[in-house]
């Protein structure tokens, strides 16, 4: 199977790509600067051009596409060459990933406007004929890995997070996507939305609970308003995507939760079960059970 991969580089593009060569599979690497990659055939690729696109599409049995972060003309004019791409070089498959944008929550506040990049690339992939699927998580645990939430839980116990204690979601990490994503490359009798993440889902201070578990020592919840959360990514990402980042989460804070039908989910459609929440957080954060869990009656984590 030949699989095309953007931004294969990339928080999303990179963990598919991984997955598909461990599984044996030579898939096609795009980025901009086409670095090499073991196990892949790089090609250096203008996303906003519908030739070049065309060219690493033609002959491909799937094509994996999410679109970047960053202003929506750009996004739109990406959106616009993937679509033409398709359109003429027929591959035999698409998925698409949301990047956590929702699209399958219509008559809300959260849906995308059917004018947006996202919906527009959703859209023209579809009437393409091509059989399209589409990957919907909600949020992505990785942010719980950002250097000031992860400096709240290991110097002060706490983990800080602009949701409310109640608010349920349907986390789902990197990994959990690309395992989503490499079975519906290879499935193309599965269309539409599926929803990726934690089922049922996972409330603040169950996450709180998991960190503890996974660290050995007690972790509590402490919900942080948007807009403080905002000012503390800002340096990472720049003022607009923080302030994008914070509005979500004002969004969010009026919603009773997170998540999806899980008649529609992964799990359910595909049998692909996202991660043990516990496991993943020893595993990303490098950590150990506490020894007091082997009886020596210290904790360090």
């Given at each position: 199977m030949t699989s095309v991969i953007h931004g294969a580089t990339g928080a999303q593009g990179a963990p598919v790509l991984a997955a598909l060569i461990a599984r044996g599979h030579t898939p096609v690497a795009l980025s901009r600067g086409g670095a090499p990659i073991p196990g892949a055939r790089s090609l250096a690729v203008d996303a906003s051009s519908a030739e070049q696109l065309t060219a690493a599409y033609r002959g491909a049995d799937a094509v994996f596409v999410h679109l970047p972060l960053g202003a929506e003309d750009t996004r739109l004019e990406l959106a616009h060459a993937v679509i033409a791409a398709l359109t003429s070089a027929r591959p035999g498959r698409v998925v698409i990933s949301t990047s956590g944008a929702i699209v399958d929550a219509p008559g809300t506040a959260l849906q995308v406007a059917p004018e947006s990049a996202l919906a527009t690339l959703i859209a023209g992939a579809t009437a393409s004929g091509i059989p399209t699927a589409v990957v919907a998580p909600r949020l992505f645990l990785e942010n719980l890995l950002l250097p000031h939430v992860q400096a709240g839980v290991r110097e002060a116990g706490a983990l800080r997070y602009p949701v409310r204690p109640d608010f349920a979601v349907s986390w789902a990490s990197h990994r959990d996507v690309a395992e989503v994503i490499v079975a519906l490359l290879g499935d193309p009798s599965v269309t539409g939305v599926l929803g990726v993440g934690a089922v049922p889902p996972v409330t603040g201070p169950e996450l709180a609970d998991a960190f503890a578990a996974a660290l050995g020592r007690a972790v509590v919840f402490e919900p942080v308003t948007p807009e403080e959360f905002g000012r503390q990514i800002a340096p990472l990402l720049g003022e607009g995507p923080a302030a994008g980042v914070a509005g979500l989460y004002s969004a969010l804070s009026v919603e009773p939760d997170f998540t999806f039908d899980?008649?529609?989910?992964?799990?359910?459609?595909?049998?692909?079960?996202?991660?043990?929440?516990?496991?993943?957080?020893?595993?990303?954060?490098?950590?150990?059970?506490?020894?007091?869990?082997?009886?020596?009656?210290?904790?360090?984590?």
């Amino acid at each position: 199977m030949t699989s095309v991969i953007h931004g294969a580089t990339g928080a999303q593009g990179a963990p598919v790509l991984a997955a598909l060569i461990a599984r044996g599979h030579t898939p096609v690497a795009l980025s901009r600067g086409g670095a090499p990659i073991p196990g892949a055939r790089s090609l250096a690729v203008d996303a906003s051009s519908a030739e070049q696109l065309t060219a690493a599409y033609r002959g491909a049995d799937a094509v994996f596409v999410h679109l970047p972060l960053g202003a929506e003309d750009t996004r739109l004019e990406l959106a616009h060459a993937v679509i033409a791409a398709l359109t003429s070089a027929r591959p035999g498959r698409v998925v698409i990933s949301t990047s956590g944008a929702i699209v399958d929550a219509p008559g809300t506040a959260l849906q995308v406007a059917p004018e947006s990049a996202l919906a527009t690339l959703i859209a023209g992939a579809t009437a393409s004929g091509i059989p399209t699927a589409v990957v919907a998580p909600r949020l992505f645990l990785e942010n719980l890995l950002l250097p000031h939430v992860q400096a709240g839980v290991r110097e002060a116990g706490a983990l800080r997070y602009p949701v409310r204690p109640d608010f349920a979601v349907s986390w789902a990490s990197h990994r959990d996507v690309a395992e989503v994503i490499v079975a519906l490359l290879g499935d193309p009798s599965v269309t539409g939305v599926l929803g990726v993440g934690a089922v049922p889902p996972v409330t603040g201070p169950e996450l709180a609970d998991a960190f503890a578990a996974a660290l050995g020592r007690a972790v509590v919840f402490e919900p942080v308003t948007p807009e403080e959360f905002g000012r503390q990514i800002a340096p990472l990402l720049g003022e607009g995507p923080a302030a994008g980042v914070a509005g979500l989460y004002s969004a969010l804070s009026v919603e009773p939760d997170f998540t999806f039908d899980p008649a529609t989910g992964a799990e359910a459609r595909l049998g692909v079960a996202p991660s043990d929440l516990v496991s993943w957080l020893r595993a990303v954060t490098a950590v150990t059970p506490a020894p007091d869990e082997a009886g020596d009656g210290a904790a360090r984590g």
